[in-house]
């Protein structure tokens, strides 16, 4: 059954109280469905969230989460060994914060990025300690010193960021809202989720952010790659 995705409206929940509505197998590991989840499914770039499951006094371990048959519906999968709650149990789930909340200021830092280089966006990866987007950019040389000082710029701007809902049509009729190239936005349930960083950027994501860019605090580009004619590997960590 299809799980709410409580992370949608509130990336700073960190525990929730939900109903396990199956326990299942995935990539051979054991998995269990919740009603509604604070965890966020691996996609975008973003790793899926670790934590726990509570029952009673038992504390689960639940390695990540990854989608499930649709996208609409969640799986936590355990840590190997991990005995799964019965179905119809009442648990407490919690994310493992201080991890989620590095990636929330890392994926936001990268919306900022693809701001300081307005060029297509063709791969990227979200991780705690360093992230990357890749640019289809012309044979042109990169100062890493300069992009950090912008990207530092766009992140003292405190501007807020938020959320709005569209539909899959009015994307369409709006092409330029996509920078990605590689990966297509998260359409097909009539809906498409905005992240508007206030006068710098707007466009699809379905990641988790922070609610003003002061909160990421100041960044450094630590590599930019060549990994193609075009093809520009950008790295950034926090300094």
Same mark, same amino acid.
């Given at each position: 059954?299809?799980?709410?995705?409580?992370?949608?409206?509130?990336?700073?929940?960190?525990?929730?109280?939900?109903?396990?509505?199956?326990?299942?197998?995935?990539?051979?590991?054991?998995?269990?469905? !919740?009603?509604?989840?604070?965890? /966020? %499914?691996?996609? +975008? *770039?973003?790793? &899926?969230?670790?934590?726990?499951?509570?029952?009673? =006094?038992?504390?689960?371990?639940?390695?990540?989460?990854?989608?499930?048959?649709?996208?609409?519906?969640?799986?936590?999968?355990?840590?190997?060994?991990?005995?799964?709650?019965?179905?119809?149990?009442?648990?407490?789930?919690?994310?493992?914060?201080?991890?989620?909340?590095?990636?929330?200021?890392?994926?936001?830092?990268?919306?900022? !990025?693809?701001?300081?280089?307005? /060029? %297509?966006?063709? +791969? *990227?990866?979200? &991780?705690?300690?360093?992230?990357?987007?890749?640019? =289809?950019?012309?044979?042109?040389?990169?100062?890493?010193?300069?992009?950090?000082?912008?990207?530092?710029?766009?992140?003292?701007?405190?501007?807020?960021?938020?959320?709005?809902?569209?539909?899959?049509?009015?994307?369409?009729?709006?092409?330029?809202?996509?920078?990605?190239?590689?990966?297509?936005?998260?359409?097909?349930?009539?809906?498409?989720?905005?992240?508007?960083?206030?006068?710098?950027?707007?466009?699809?994501? &379905?990641?988790?952010?922070?609610?003003?860019?002061?909160?990421?605090?100041?960044?450094?580009?630590?590599?930019?790659?060549?990994?193609?004619?075009?093809?520009?590997?950008?790295?950034?960590?926090?300094?």
């Amino acid at each position: 059954m299809p799980t709410l995705f409580l992370f949608r409206d509130d990336a700073y929940l960190v525990e929730c109280e939900a109903t396990v509505t199956e326990v299942t197998e995935k990539d051979g590991n054991v998995a269990v469905g !919740l009603d509604r989840t604070v965890f /966020y %499914p691996t996609g +975008g *770039g973003q790793p &899926g969230d670790a934590g726990m499951i509570r029952v009673g =006094d038992a504390e689960i371990p639940v390695a990540t989460a990854v989608y499930g048959a649709t996208k609409s519906d969640i799986l936590h999968v355990l840590a190997p060994g991990a005995t799964p709650p019965v179905v119809g149990a009442t648990v407490l789930a919690r994310i493992d914060w201080p991890t989620r909340h590095k990636r929330m200021r890392m994926h936001t830092g990268l919306h900022l !990025l693809s701001v300081a280089l307005p /060029y %297509p966006v063709t +791969g *990227g990866s979200i &991780g705690t300690d360093e992230s990357r987007l890749d640019f =289809d950019i012309p044979e042109a040389g990169l100062d890493k010193d300069a992009i950090t000082a912008k990207l530092n710029e766009l992140i003292a701007t405190d501007a807020a960021v938020t959320e709005r809902w569209i539909t899959d049509a009015e994307l369409e009729a709006n092409p330029g809202l996509v920078k990605t190239m590689s990966v297509k936005p998260p359409m097909g349930s009539g809906r498409v989720r905005l992240v508007d960083i206030a006068g710098l950027d707007l466009q699809p994501c &379905g990641g988790t952010h922070v609610r003003r860019t002061g909160e990421i605090g100041p960044m450094a580009v630590s590599a930019i790659e060549k990994k193609g004619k075009q093809n520009r590997r950008v790295r950034v960590v926090f300094a």
